[in-house]
């Protein structure tokens, strides 16, 4: 079992930065794939980000290229969303994700970006 828990969501103005944060139970040395999902009210759940945690490779949604990165950081045991150029479209509850053997799940933080 992986545990994960989000954080760093909030109220932000539209055009300001957040980052989101994504502490894992276990040594991230061992999980094969991390990503943040969303989703907005009466929308479907949709991938935002993803990072392959021993390659480092990356790939995000259109709609967020060029404003969010997506990292991880060892000693932390975490995987950070660092959101700039916020749209009110970007409001939305954040998931973060796990994959190592199986599917894992947080229990989402909330992003409003306000115009």
């Known amino acids: 079992q992986v545990h994960l828990v989000e954080s760093g969501g909030g109220l932000v103005q539209a055009g300001g930065s957040l980052r989101l944060s994504c502490a894992a139970s276990e040594s991230i040395f061992s999980i094969n794939t991390m990503a943040w999902y969303r989703q907005a009210p009466g929308n479907e759940r949709e991938l935002v980000a993803t990072?392959?945690?021993?390659?480092?490779?990356?790939n995000y949604a259109d709609s967020v290229k060029g404003r969010f990165t997506i990292s991880r950081d060892y000693a932390k045991n975490t995987v950070f969303l660092q959101m700039n150029s916020l749209k009110p479209e970007d409001t939305a509850v954040y998931y973060c994700y796990a994959y190592k053997r199986g599917e894992y799940w947080g229990k989402g933080t909330l992003v409003t970006v306000s115009s």
């Open positions: 990072i392959t945690i021993n390659g480092g490779g990356t």
